[in-house]
């Protein structure tokens, strides 16, 4: 009999459940990994709110994807890892192959192999995933802080896709959990940071992580009037981050950005969204807009780096801890505001209890 193991599955919309499943076993180039900490994740709780994910997982599915832990069974031909090694496993890995590979846009990898199932006792990880996209994590790096790679390089590539110069104005909107990884990214790289948040206790974490100012949504009569003057002479941020996904927020960024800047859409708004833009400021503003989506291995080392270097700040990032038997009330909690795992930042989860 396959030894059993705890994991949280998703079905469908807001119904996550606790299941007892066999333990992974590692194919060849393969990987099982003991999870030592799996972290919450805003795209996890939209995933959890909408019942899928066009790209990433459709359910029933185990569920969670940013995650750090200990090598505990190693397939055939892995040289490159051993059992006992502390690991940070990335959520996915590209082909290299493909026609965006080729042309380095490996986030939009016509084969971008996803994988799931953090939130669980052991996960096992892909060979490509090994291959390309599994680092060692040094000694006396909590594994928790290991497991914010995957985000931070999402938030890497965001700033490298803006053309973000120390120097800058960088207006972020949102202060969820990207918001202010954006932020603390940004004031590393030398920007100055203008935050817009919608919750008084929004604002402490917004000057904690980076931001020189912050404009609280609900104190402001225009909320971007009052942006941009805070900006030199009034005239906008030089990069704008939208990180609420929603089309008010998109279209203040819009507003909020100056002539010759760059609005980057970070936030996914739900398919079939619309937005009302000034064509005109557009035009004759020489305005950029894009979107970044995912990240590249090479941002994901990037983003490795900065957290075991210790200049990113893991450890008032992640503030709030967990068992796995409470992911189910963690994420119900986050979607409907009404306990204490809505105002957490990144809860860690440990499988085992405690952290590692």
């Known amino acids: 009999m396959k030894a059993e193991m705890t994991a949280a ?43 899928y994910h066009a790209m990433m997982l459709k359910p ?7 995650l750090a832990g200990v090598v505990e069974e ?31 846009q490996q986030n939009l990898c016509e084969d971008l192999l996803f994988n799931n199932g953090a939130y669980a006792e052991f996960i096992r990880i892909p060979a490509r995933i090994v291959e390309k996209n599994t680092l060692l994590v040094p000694d006396g790096i909590p594994l928790e802080y290991a497991a914010l790679t995957e ?38 790289a030398g920007l100055d940071v203008i935050a817009v948040v919608k919750r008084e206790h929004q604002v402490g974490a917004a000057k904690l992580f980076g931001a020189s100012e912050v404009v ?48 980057n859409f970070f936030g996914g708004p739900p398919s079939g969204t619309k937005v009302k833009l000034d064509t005109n400021r557009l035009h004759y503003g020489d305005i950029t807009l894009k979107a970044s989506f995912h990240h590249t291995p090479a941002t994901c080392r990037t983003a490795f780096e900065l957290v075991t270097s210790g200049r990113f700040k893991c450890a008032e990032y992640i503030t709030g801890r967990a068992g796995l038997d409470e992911v189910p009330a963690i994420f119900a909690g986050m979607m409907h505001r009404n306990n204490g795992w809505a105002k957490d930042i990144k809860t860690a989860v440990f499988p085992e209890g405690g952290p590692r």
């Open 9 to 51: 599955v998703l079905y469908g919309k807001e119904d996550l459940r606790l299941e007892r499943m066999a333990v992974p076993q590692a194919e060849a180039g393969e990987l099982v990994v003991r999870v030592g900490a799996a972290l919450t994740c805003g795209t996890d709780l939209k995933v959890y709110r909408r019942g």
């Open 60 to 66: 029933p599915i185990p569920f969670g994807h940013e």
């Open 74 to 104: 190693v397939g055939a031909g892995v040289t490159a890892f051993k059992v006992g090694d502390r690991v940070v496993a990335l959520n996915s890995a590209p082909c290299d192959a493909c026609f965006f590979c080729r042309h380095g």
């Open 151 to 188: 985000p931070l390089a999402c938030v890497v590539r965001g700033l490298e896709e803006s053309g973000a110069r120390a120097g800058d104005t960088m207006v972020v909107i949102g202060a969820g959990p990207i918001g202010l990884m954006f932020m603390h990214a940004a004031e590393i």
């Open 216 to 263: 609280l949504v609900d104190a402001a009569k225009d909320v971007v009037a009052a942006t941009r003057a805070l900006t030199n002479e009034g005239r906008g941020a030089d990069i704008v981050i939208e990180a609420v996904a929603t089309p008010t927020t998109w279209e203040w960024a819009v507003d909020m950005v100056r002539k010759g800047g760059l609005v």
